[in-house]
């Protein structure tokens, strides 16, 4: 009797340490509807979905609209029944909202954005490649020649508008501006500048007005994520030549590791597990480090590293223990690696495609490849294996899809689909 009552009480502590666990984690992320995306890889920017899987899945999607918005890498967002899309039309960069369940046209804003590519992306076109991010009603992008604007997402009517060519000889690294601005509070962050020269800058999310810059590196092509380490709300993002951790609060320099690819390349989107940050980059395997404060400051502790794995333009997912992510090498493979140790679990075959996104509901895997296909796969330790595969648009899938219960948007070259699930 008193071992029962011993493994009740343990069984109600327990219970009650993952519902003080659960609510400290709501509170850490901004508040979104269950149906909305508002950032690059959606709630939280981890590239977890609300359970989309449905029983079985259908031999086909299908195809609920489809409509022709511009040219871009852009990822769509969604906010209740509207969907935003940022793309380009002739020399003009346009943000756009539609109607979720049609597509039909809500409201469209232009201004002019010629932009020169650098000959070696020149096959990318000229984006935007930058995901928007929406919060408290506003809508802010970043164009790839670095202009930063704040829209009203109800009316599509502008508040600001920021150009960078007065404080540095170029406004966007050397194969144009991809980084996503996150929304940290009140302020909204973004890493401009150029080459060798840029900041981390947070302006008033509505007045625009400049809160705190941190000058230390040029942008790279990866976004940033926020998290508390160390009892420190901060800013983690690869820059140019460096993992950085920035206190959001001030940008002041919490930690820094010198961390750069071949081509200057940096563009991998950080993943949390626990109180470990893990990346990655061109040629330079997949690592785990875990900053640690100390009485004289922040430390930064390497955990594990995987080299025989790398990502390049493809950012992980975490479902548990798991991290399932996408390398480029053997001319593209899915990989998964136990985030505790950096084992490497599995490798796909080779061939999958020159790069793919990844999204989790924590039962499967979305794997886009750029090629157009949808990758099913199981979110298991044990094997690739591919539930079902679908063909999803007629030209390349860059852009990161949008998942919203049982329906997927998808931005193809020049046009954005929604798809049902099932």
């Known amino acids: 009797m008193q071992k029962s009552k011993r493994v009740m009480d343990f069984r109600r502590t327990r219970t009650k340490s993952l519902e003080i666990a659960l609510a400290a984690l709501l509170l850490s992320c901004p508040v979104a509807a269950r149906d909305d995306w508002p950032e690059w890889r959606g709630p939280g920017r981890s590239g977890w979905v609300s359970p989309a899987a449905p029983a079985s899945w259908p031999d086909a999607l299908k195809q609920v609209w489809k409509v022709d918005v511009g040219e871009g890498y852009a990822s769509p967002l969604v906010s209740g029944e509207r969907v935003f899309i940022f793309s380009r039309q002739g020399e003009d960069e346009v943000v756009s909202a539609l109607a979720v369940s049609t597509g039909r046209s809500l409201w469209s804003h232009s201004y002019p954005a010629p932009y020169a ?12 490649k930058s995901t928007p991010v929406l919060a408290a009603g506003k809508l802010y992008t970043l164009g790839i020649s670095g202009i930063f604007s704040c829209w009203d997402a109800s009316t599509g009517r502008r ?25 940290e509070r009140s302020v909204v962050i973004a890493h401009v500048g150029g080459h060798g020269q840029g900041a981390l800058v947070a302006l008033d999310g509505t007045t625009g007005a400049v809160k705190w810059k941190w ?10 994520i926020v998290a508390e380490l160390g009892g420190v709300r ?33 563009s991998v989107t ?32 390497k955990v ?64 886009l490849t750029n090629d157009a296909s949808l990758l099913i796969a199981r979110a298991i330790g044990r094997g690739f294996e591919v539930v079902k595969k679908y063909t999803v648009a007629q030209s390349q899938t860059w852009a990161h899809p949008a ?5 997927i948007l998808i931005k193809d070259h020049a046009a954005l689909t929604l798809w049902a699930l099932r």
């Open 304 to 367: 594990w590293e995987a080299p025989s794995v790398s990502l390049y333009m493809s950012s992980p997912v975490l479902a548990g223990d798991l991290l399932f992510g996408f390398s480029h090498r053997n001319k593209g493979q899915v990989s998964c690696l136990d985030a505790r140790t950096g084992s490497v679990l599995w490798t796909s075959e080779g061939r999958q495609g020159d790069n793919a996104a990844l999204l989790t509901d924590g039962s499967v895997v979305f794997v």
């Open 215 to 224: 000058t230390g590196d040029g942008p790279g092509y990866a976004s940033p």
């Open 117 to 128: 590519m650098n000959p070696a992306a020149a096959s990318h076109g000229k984006g935007p």
């Open 159 to 183: 508040f600001w508008q920021k150009e960078f060519g007065s404080e540095f000889k170029a406004t966007t690294p050397l194969y144009g501006v991809a980084m996503s601005p996150i929304v």
């Open 403 to 407: 998942v919203i219960q049982d329906r």
């Open 234 to 266: 901060q800013l983690v993002t690869e820059s140019q030549d460096q993992l950085v951790g920035v206190d959001v609060s001030d940008g002041t320099l919490l930690w820094s590791v010198p961390f750069s690819t071949s081509y200057t390349q940096n």
């Open 270 to 301: 950080p993943v949390l597990y626990k109180d470990t940050l893990i990346f990655s980059g061109l040629d330079k395997g997949v690592l785990a480090l875990r900053p640690v404060r100390r009485a004289s400051g922040f430390t930064v502790e």
